[in-house]
């Protein structure tokens, strides 16, 4: 067993590195009142980071998932906002319709645009009624000639306002969750105004007045599928934990040997010498969960337990992090002068999306008794005599 990463590993971890600092660093933690930084995103694309993990024949890198996802923890670490741009591009949706998706020309033209660094693809699965419970959605498609017909609503879709693409989670007739394809601009599709989560993204609100869509822009009709790519959408989520936590670690471990309090430097203390020890240790830690999780999935989905597993860890320890580095940096790491206060913002919303921690914890106690563990009242039984 051998946890050192392979020389391709380690030169597509450091060209990243090197191409982020080169390129992102200086505009970094400026986005935020911005639209979209989509000049990174071609700098990217240039560089051959977008799509670098999707399949060959549909246009895509066919690099190794764990090259992906090295090379966005380390873009992450200088630049978080460029760091989704990776996120988008190789894991999020872009993934089920690299995997799923049947009809060819369709998926290569999606990929092709989405990779090219002037369009991004956006998901829509939460609805108001249908948050960590994904199956009570009511958004449905009704069968209606060649296509479907979708009817609903979403809510908190990340990067709505400029994204080209969709994927909508929806109920076919049959009762089966899937997901389907739309694209800005169909008729009936409408996309409220940008809101703005606590650090500073923004999401939508999108509404289906019976969107016609046609049955070649189904992604998928099986309700797995779409979970087996969410497992790889959350070691995405995990690496950018990382990534942010890294950045935090990075700036505190520069700033004990600057900054003198009594006389000495902060590093001489011993309660910063403690926390310094648990912040590496809680950021190493969960960096070889996510690294496990990718590795043992190779070029297909990870499994349920390991992405679960590294999910929390990251995303409980990013929160921790970021918090501890803000706490060392006093005042200053509370203030704007700094992006101490931005990563710790930024860390926490990682913990809802992509499936909450307590959701995480679920799958792991199900995966560790060998039993699908319901969350809804059982159903009351009938009384002897009743119809």
């Not at 923890?73 to 460029?82: D, S, V, Y």
């Not at 580095?325 to 992509?354: D, H, M, N, T, V």
Request: glycine share 10%; hydrophobic share 40%.
């Amino acid at each position: 067993m051998d946890f050192r990463l392979s020389p391709e590993e380690e030169a597509m971890s450091q060209f990243a590195y090197e191409l982020a600092t080169g390129k992102f660093a200086a505009n970094a933690f400026t986005w935020e009142e911005k639209e979209y930084p989509w000049e990174n995103a071609r700098i990217l694309a240039e560089h051959g980071l977008l799509g670098m993990v999707l399949s060959e024949e549909n246009g895509g890198g066919g690099r190794p998932m764990i090259e992906g996802i090295l090379a966005m923890e380390q873009i992450t670490r200088i630049c978080p906002h460029t760091g989704d741009i990776v996120q988008a591009a190789n894991f999020g949706p872009i993934r089920s319709v690299d995997l799923s998706m049947e009809d060819k020309k369709l998926k290569r033209e999606v990929i092709e645009a989405v990779i090219s660094g002037e369009h991004t693809i956006s998901q829509a699965m939460t609805e108001p009624e249908a948050g960590s419970a994904v199956t009570d959605l009511r958004t449905t498609a009704v069968e209606k000639g060649d296509g479907f017909v979708i009817r609903g609503r979403k809510v908190f879709s990340g990067h709505a306002d400029v994204s080209t693409y969709f994927q909508v989670y929806c109920r076919f007739e049959d009762g089966k969750i899937g997901s389907v394809l739309m694209k800005r601009g169909m008729d009936g599709f409408n996309i409220g105004l940008p809101q703005k989560y606590m650090s500073g993204a923004h999401y939508c609100e999108l509404t289906f007045d019976d969107v016609f869509v046609p049955k070649n822009h189904v992604i998928t009709h099986d309700f797995r599928k779409l979970m087996g790519a969410m497992n790889v959408e959350r070691c995405g989520n995990a690496s950018r934990c990382v990534g942010v936590a890294q950045a935090a670690f990075d700036r505190v471990l520069q700033y004990v040997q600057e900054r003198k309090q009594f006389g000495r430097y902060l590093y001489e203390f011993q309660g910063i010498q403690w926390k310094l020890a648990d912040m590496y240790r809680r950021l190493e830690a969960a960096r070889w969960l996510v690294y496990r999780a990718v590795v043992n999935a190779g070029m297909g989905v990870s499994a349920p337990m390991e992405s679960s597993l590294a999910k929390i860890e990251a995303n409980e320890m990013v929160q921790y992090v970021t918090n501890e580095a803000l706490q060392i940096f006093g005042a200053y790491g509370y203030s704007k002068e700094l992006p101490l206060e931005y990563l710790y913002r930024r860390g926490r919303g990682w913990a809802i999306g992509g499936g909450t921690l307590e959701m995480q914890r679920t799958r792991v106690a199900a995966s560790l008794l060998g039993k699908k563990i319901s969350q809804r009242p059982e159903k009351p039984r009938r009384q002897q005599g009743e119809e």
